[in-house]
């Protein structure tokens, strides 16, 4: 068989000519490295001619689905996802509710609160002003100098 010019793959391409033109062709690019190369330089040449990333399907697919059942399907899919979030809520708030009484039925939350209530109680009694501290070594310091003199009043 003869070479494939790059004009009669982009024919072959464009689906233009006959199918048993295109069984020859496609066997020939089996043994054929020259025919290979000119098939693939059609095929970029003809990526590139089309703008794929302009062109929206989505969008006149759902119309036309929404044009033939009258908008059903739209609304179904909206009523259902609606649905599915109200039921999510509900056991997320149910599971919440659950281990919130499980908590309680084991007294998780007083020993909790009777812990707090006891750093508050040791934090109240740590609790003295930087000046009522420095007085209160202060004092103990003189008591303890005073002490000693005594003492030392006392063995003379």
Known sequence: MKHVSEAEWAAYLADEIPEALKIEYENHLYSCDKCLSAYMEAMEREETSVDIEGFDIAGPVMDSI?????????????????????RTITRHYLIAAGFTILLMAGGVFQSLTEYVDSVESSSDKKKQSLTDGLIDKTFNWMDTIEKKNKEGFRNE
């Not at 929404?66 to 109200?86: D, F, P, T, W, Y």
């Open 66 to 86: 929404s044009r033939l059942n009258g908008g059903a399907v739209v609304e179904e899919a909206k009523q259902h996802r609606k649905e599915k979030s109200v």
